[in-house]
């Protein structure tokens, strides 16, 4: 059940992204459906830059980066992180998804998750969560999912998350909650990390913002 | 890429911080690491000032006892809020990092971080060290960050976080250290075996060969051929003299 009249429950949300996934072409189908194929390229190139910018521009593939992409869609970053030598877990709740990420090539290691339930058996350099959270409505899953990423980064790591830059929580359509800055850093501040700062994704004049976080403890 | 001299220096040069070297030619270092000549000093000209600094220590060969009292005697140059660049001949899979990790800490400093290095003839890692008043959580590995004191003030979660960390990392070490010797030794038997198998081909192949050797000539083949040989009249004409060359030969014992 959904939290807000009108809004998706978590369930639907699920099936309503692994039924887009399944339909719409490559990058449109995580991306923006307001643009066209080759626009949602500019703005996937653009967001690549810079994550990569904010995770740091060294890379050493005799000792690699351990990376997690928490919600990979069809694996555009995830494949892009990878060509850069780090070593990448790519997780989606989305099984056509995975499918569409695995068939574009290899290199991220893929699994079928949610945000909430990814366990690993060991800490990550950076966790990065692009376009997802505010697709996970439900008050509960969201919160637990945000704990579970930040559980993940080890100490000195980062946690790179994007949102809509509100200053409250705002709904968007029936399948988009978005949270203020102040929502995520309450949220991963008593699992020791605090908010390093944010900036724009930098593709026209968009409102979505990448926060990122560090561990101190 | 890894890491070069020059990004290192950037990374962790306290702002305004004159940078010391010990153990290689400040001219050849100060290109490496994107500095005006008169930027690098040797690093006794640092001793006892309060400013922080940047020490760049350059491993001429091996770890030792005495390269060890060598760390210490630079790290003791160190100001608080100093750093300290390592450079050392191993990768950093390599590092005999016990000996150093004690140096460090028995001159109240910390190692914040450990990073491949490229762009240097005979250096491939720089162990990262820190003299600060107060415990602070490893930089972000291979990422640019600003120089400077990251404050921590709650560091008895700090160092919970580290021991936490440091207990099932040093339990996985363990499991995976014994899981790659497992599967090492088990390489080093599979290569045995090949081993084995391609001598024993090459013996079978050897003693085949004499085998069809020893048949080809014997009375028995010699005399088949020539009578195979008979496809046409005159062939028939010249097998009396074949046959007869044919067993004129000394048969092989084996025959």
Known sequence: MS????????VGVREYWDGRHARVGDLRSGGNLA????????????????????????????APLDVLDAGCG???????????????????????ALEGAARRGSGPHWAQSTLADWRPTHLYDVVYCIDVLFHVVEREEWSRSVCNLADLVRVGGTLILTDVDVPSERVFGN?????????????VA??????????PDGFRATDMMFHVFGRRG | MALRLADLVVDHR??????????????????????PADAVVPAEALNGGSEPVLLVLVQAGELTAASGEGLERDLSRMSTGSAALFLLRDAVEDISWPSLVSSAVRRGCQVVDVAPLSGMPAHRSAVIVRRDAALRPPLAYLA????????????????????GELAFVSVQERALRARAERLAMEVDELRRRVRAAEISLAEQRERERAAV?????????????????????????????????????????RE
């Open chain 1, 3 to 10: 939290e807000q009249p009108g809004l998706l429950s978590s």
């Open chain 1, 35 to 62: 643009y066209d194929e080759a626009t949602n390229g500019i703005l996937y190139a653009v967001r690549l830059g810079r994550l990569l910018e904010l995770m740091g521009f060294g890379a050493a593939p005799e």
């Open chain 1, 74 to 96: 069809k694996g555009y970053f995830a494949r892009g992180v990878a060509a850069c030598g780090h070593r990448v877990d790519a997780i989606d709740a989305s099984l056509s």
């Open chain 1, 175 to 187: 399948y988009q909650v978005a949270r203020p800055l102040r929502a995520y850093a309450e949220a």
């Open chain 1, 190 to 199: 008593p699992r020791g990390l605090v908010h390093v700062g944010s900036t």
């Open chain 2, 14 to 35: 306290p702002p305004g911080a004159m940078v010391g070297v010990s153990g290689g030619p400040l001219g050849e270092l100060a290109d490496l690491a994107g500095l």
């Open chain 2, 144 to 163: 640019a960050r600003p120089a400077g004191h990251v404050v921590v003030e709650d560091q008895l979660r700090l160092g919970l976080r580290f021991a």
């Open chain 2, 213 to 253: 050797s020893a048949l080809k000539s014997s009375r028995s083949y010699r005399t088949g051929r020539a009578l195979a040989g008979v496809r046409r009249p005159a062939g028939l004409l010249r097998l009396p003299v074949r046959l007869a060359r044919a067993l004129r030969r000394q048969a092989p014992a």
